[in-house]
T-cell receptor
Framework: KNQVEQSPQSLIILEGKNCTLQCNYTVSPFSNLRWYKQDTGRGPVSLTIMTFSENTKSNGRYTATLDADTKQSSLHITASQLSDSASYICVVINTGTASKLTFGTGTRLQVTL | EAQVTQNPRYLITVTGKKLTVTCSQNMNHEYMSWYRQDPGLGLRQIYYSMNVEVTDKGDVPEGYKVSRKEKRNFPLILESPSPNQTSLYFC??????????????FGPGTRLTVL
């Protein structure tokens, strides 16, 4: 069964600190992996997209890594800001015409003063 | 502006009263999809559509119907809503999500409460 597991479930950090969120998946065959940011009550917004041949992708202070061999990904946030407080969702997409998306349950990040 | 719109944004209804949540995109996307999001469960796919007149079940299709008569619109229909369909619903669209770098855009969400 295709699954995406994220850890931790929630995280509280001080403003200015770095943090790393984890994503493990069993989706096969693999097409690409995406990290989304979702503010409370809003739709998810894409942060990064990576194919199996890419092992790192940055978007400002967000850096995603991918190890397709171990089926693990991480999202690193540098110098966190209060506006980073949100849920971060890992999504893995399989190949083929069915275009099946498998979502993780997300990590809820709170950045405090 | 490229966007996915949903209406209504908030809806409170009673058990058994048919309702439709509309979804529209202005990006000429082939693929559209509906999700529900519940606490602790993340986003779960209800139905998706690869193109006009082509729809397929996602992970949790029971109690829902969809149609895709035009490329831009993908309404979600609850023929006889029940309280367990109380949830936050998102519509999304993209060209082809299995193709790398095809961005998937989400609507703003519809919060549905069924009493």
């Amino acid at each position: 069964k295709n699954q995406v597991e994220q850890s931790p479930q929630s995280l509280i950090i001080l403003e200015g600190k770095n943090c790393t969120l984890q994503c493990n998946y069993t989706v096969s065959p693999f097409s690409n992996l995406r990290w989304y940011k979702q503010d409370t009550g809003r739709g998810p917004v894409s942060l990064t997209i990576m194919t199996f041949s890419e092992n790192t992708k940055s978007n400002g202070r967000y850096t995603a890594t991918l190890d397709a061999d171990t089926k693990q990904s991480s999202l690193h946030i540098t110098a966190s800001q209060l506006s980073d407080s949100a849920s971060y969702i890992c999504v893995v997409i399989n190949t083929g015409t069915a275009s099946k998306l498998t979502f993780g349950t997300g990590t809820r990040l709170q950045v405090t003063l | 502006e490229a966007q996915v719109t949903q209406n209504p944004r908030y809806l409170i209804t009673v058990t058994g009263k048919k309702l439709t949540v509309t979804c529209s995109q202005n990006m000429n996307h082939e693929y559209m999809s509906w999700y529900r999001q519940d606490p602790g469960l993340g986003l779960r796919q209800i139905y998706y559509s690869m193109n006009v007149e082509v729809t397929d079940k996602g992970d949790v299709p029971e109690g829902y119907k969809v149609s895709r008569k035009e490329k831009r619109n993908f309404p979600l229909i609850l023929e006889s809503p029940s309280p367990n369909q109380t949830s936050l619903y998102f519509c999304a669209s993209s060209l082809f999500p299995h193709r790398a770098y095809d961005e998937q855009f989400f609507g703003p969400g519809t919060r549905l409460t069924v009493l």
